[in-house]
């Protein structure tokens, strides 16, 4: 009898000390969360892990653009000296978020469209940077109106989106959470780890600021091993684990805290959280970025240093390969990225230039029919697929046939790791039916969350453009 109360106890010893060693590693240890849906699409060009001295760039523009949803009123004008930090155009709808200028310099030109829509505000920068002061803060010690305070002050706050709508949001709006995704896995994309070398304490301070205003949900990848994002604090790590897009942050939004109508969550790009922090850490507005310079009409691949709104044209030089095809420059991935020109300046959260083959003067002996080994192909219609997953392909810009009727084939869904029905949605968006668009999760989408089913869609629609449209229209009915 004594003997066995000697092992109960024991027994009961052993599950406490357990426990105890439960609790005390769960403390260091992220949520683990696997998606299975989705697709990794290897393309040639990937950026080498090497940095590019920084190019001597002295022409800026700061595009409203690249801010969703704000509708720009120019605060200066042709011929103003300006310092690194200055306000260029504010929000007109929200007078107090300001958007600041990259650099010191004199505005040489504000371009505008049709109806005088502002394109862009044109900066000549100085031999020497001059940056406004804006005084040093601890956020550890300020209140969540601090911290937006001085983000309006500073020109900075613009850099914050929301959902619903993937719009850059407005002090008014009070989120429940906010969200910072550091995993970047679409085509080409740039590694975030690669920027953060060096701006680790930056990044830090960042979160910890955003962290006053609301809780902060950091997602990272089961790859990324930085200290700075595996043991970062005042936030809440979570590893998404499977193929892209699981470092979408909509996607880790859905998983974590999904969007109800009349809720708010803000997302911040990583690169963003390193701008914040420099501006507490230094009183400076600093908007230097590591960029990836990708694709396989590159001549060489690698980072760099660049601002925001730096020319493209002085950033690339000579870079982009000229062996007589024609070639898509590209601001930012493959699949989300804008089409560019050498002439034109990099958007506010651009990662990445890639640039790949046109396409447009390709002609092919029987077109499609013909079996393949060199071209991609989801549904296993080349036999390319026999090569393995890690393959790399050389995809050009082409769509490869023709907009037809939607298939109801459930194509969106093998790609789309999120709750929602995508393509019940996608009719609901295209019908104008708002209801059920609502009912179907539109107020937890953005359109990046459907480049992969647009790559893959048979239907060939331009699915980004529709919800797109679909959140502009669905915002204006709730104004």
């Known amino acids: 009898m004594n003997l066995t109360l000697f092992f109960l106890n024991l027994h009961q010893l052993f599950i406490i000390f357990r426990h105890i060693l439960t609790n005390q590693s769960s403390k260091n240890m992220a949520n683990v969360i696997k998606l299975r849906k989705g697709l990794d699409i290897h393309l040639k060009g990937k950026a080498e892990a090497t940095k590019f001295d920084s190019p001597k760039v002295r022409h800026f523009a700061l595009l409203p653009s690249g801010f969703t949803g704000v509708t720009p009123k120019v605060v200066v004008k042709e011929g103003d000296k300006v310092l690194a930090g200055d306000a260029l155009f504010v929000n007109k ?73 993937a719009i850059s949001t407005n002090p008014s709006v009070k989120p429940k959470s906010i969200f910072v995704s550091a995993l970047r896995d679409m085509p080409l994309a740039a590694d975030f780890e690669i920027e953060l070398k060096g701006n680790e304490e930056d990044f830090q301070t960042g979160l910890t600021a955003l962290s006053r205003i609301a809780k902060v949900y950091l997602g990272i990848g089961k790859h990324q091993n930085s200290n700075a994002l595996t043991s970062a604090k005042d936030v809440e790590v979570n590893i998404f684990s499977g193929p892209c897009p699981a470092g979408n942050v909509g996607v880790q939004v859905n ?43 590159m001549k060489s691949t690698g980072y760099v240093d660049v601002k925001v709104g730096s020319s493209i044209s002085e950033v690339l030089s000579d870079n982009v390969s000229v062996d007589g095809r024609d070639i898509r420059v590209i601001d930012g991935n493959p699949l989300t990225g804008r089409k560019v020109s050498k002439e034109d300046y990099l958007s506010a959260h651009t990662s990445e230039i890639t640039a790949i083959p046109e396409g447009d003067d390709v002609n092919e002996f029987a077109g499609w029919i013909m079996p393949r080994l060199k071209e991609f192909s989801t549904s296993h219609s080349y036999f ?18 023709g907009e037809r009727h939607m298939i109801m084939s459930g194509e969106y869904d093998r790609v789309l790791p999120m709750d929602i029905y995508g393509e019940y949605l996608i009719k609901a968006i295209i019908t104008g039916d708002i209801d059920k668009q609502e009912q179907l999760g539109i107020y937890e989408i953005s359109p990046e969350d459907f480049a992969l089913a647009e790559f893959v869609d048979s239907s060939k629609l331009p699915l980004q453009k529709i919800v797109r449209q679909g959140l502009d229209i669905l915002r204006k009915e709730n104004a």
């Open 255 to 297: 998983h974590l805290d999904p969007v109800n109508k009349g809720e708010v969550v803000w997302t911040v790009d990583p690169s963003a959280v390193i701008f914040f922090g420099r501006l507490f850490r230094t009183g400076k507005v600093d908007l230097t970025r590591t960029i990836a310079i990708a694709g396989s009409e």
């Open 93 to 165: 709808s929200f007078p107090d978020v300001k958007f600041a200028s990259p650099v010191s310099g004199v505005v040489t030109a504000i371009q505008r469209g049709e109806r005088r829509r502002v394109l862009a505000v044109k900066i000549d920068a100085d031999e020497k940077q001059e940056y406004r002061d804006y005084g040093k803060a601890a956020p550890a010690k300020l209140d969540a109106d601090g911290v937006v305070e001085k983000l309006t002050s500073s020109g900075l706050f613009g850099y914050i989106n929301q959902l619903p709508y």
């Open 384 to 401: 390319s697929w026999l090569r393995g997953k890690n393959k790399e392909y050389d995809l050009d810009a082409r769509i490869k046939g």
